[in-house]
């Protein structure tokens, strides 16, 4: 485990980067982190998946798989890789601060 500062925030985050513990998560966190992966400022369609992600795992203590995502979240799966490019869960899942999604690579 180690830390890392996003957003002048100390997070706890594990070997792959994805927080420990998603309280410690902000819009502004997600802004940098998904800055630091190249996504640039995040939109409201970002945000909606993030939010998604977010609202899922809090409810049921795992992160949606792509398909629940694209099924569920009201954004089609083509545009999740539009806008998160190079696998959609698992990126979202590390900008919405919560563990990596079962079955990512």
Known sequence: MSTMTYAGTAVEVDAEGFMIDPSQWNEDVAAAIAAEAGIGELS??????????RDRYLESGTAPSIRTLGKASGVPIKELYELFPKGPAKLAAKIAGIPKPRGCI
Do not use: E, K, S
């Open 44 to 53: 409201d369609r970002h945000l909606q998946v993030v939010h998604f992600m």
